[in-house]
Structure formats: C-alpha cells, structure tokens
C-alpha cells in the first residue's frame, strides 16, 4: 500500500506544472500579453483589473480591462465574493482564455476593481489546483519560457 502511495504521488506531483508566486500571463481575447499577475493559493477565483462595469442585459457585462478598451464579454455567473479585506461584493464572472507556461486554459474569473491591489490579475485555485504546483521561491516562469522560444 506504501508503494501504491508514493508512486500515486509522484505521477500527480510530476503530472502538474511548476509556477511561481508573480508571473507574466496572456489573455488573447483582450489583446494582453505579459499582464503581471499574482498566483494566490489563498483565493478561491481568479480576479481581472476592470472599470466601468456593467450589466447590460441577463447574458452580458461590459467592462474597461485595465482601465483601458472596452470589452463585452458573456456572463457565466453572478456571485458573492468575499475579498481578502473581508467585504462581501456581487461579482459578475465570465470565461476566457489565459496561456501560461506556453498551454492555454479556459478559466472563469471575476471582473473587479482592483486598481488598489499591486497586481492586476490574481490566478487562484479555480485554476491552479489541477494544474500547478506553486513554488513560492520562483517568479515569472511563464513569461521566462516563453522569451527562451522567441
């Protein structure tokens, strides 16, 4: 049984990729590339930097990614999120691409304001869970890999 065990979690811990605590990700459906982004293990859901949010029927959400071009996106849902100042704030989520590491993942996140946070993207467990293996000790993996290919 001991053996089962530690090949078990040797393939799991091999099968997922290493990140580090702060990296420069990719969001092709916004035209971004290199945003500097925090990886949270601390944060249930993803976060993306937006201004001026807001419903504009029951499927869509237009919003400023970054401060900057206006985007409408597709809501995937609406909901209650607490932050890590402990205030709860109805949160209005969709679907995009991010690639790290060269892979593309399809990830739900929130749009918020977070032009108070050092970071405008937050990655968090929604993603890294099955994916990622994060080293706290390394920064920019992704962005670092994807210079070494250009």
Known sequence: ????F????AFTL???DIIGSIDKLDFPAFNIENLESRID????????????IEKIDDK???CNVLGKESFTNEISK???VKSSNGISQKRFFIKTEII?????YISELSLND???MSYPFLLGRDVLHENFIVDVSKENLSFKLKETKN
């Open 41 to 52: 293990t601390g944060a249930t859901n993803s976060s993306l930097h937006c201004t001026n």
């Open 1 to 4: 049984m001991k053996v089962f």
């Open 100 to 104: 790290i590491l060269g892979k593309t």
């Open 114 to 116: 977070r032009n108070s």
């Open 78 to 80: 609406i909901k209650e």
């Open 14 to 16: 091999y099968a997922k």
């Open 6 to 9: 530690c090949l078990f979690f």
């Open 60 to 62: 869509f959400v237009k």
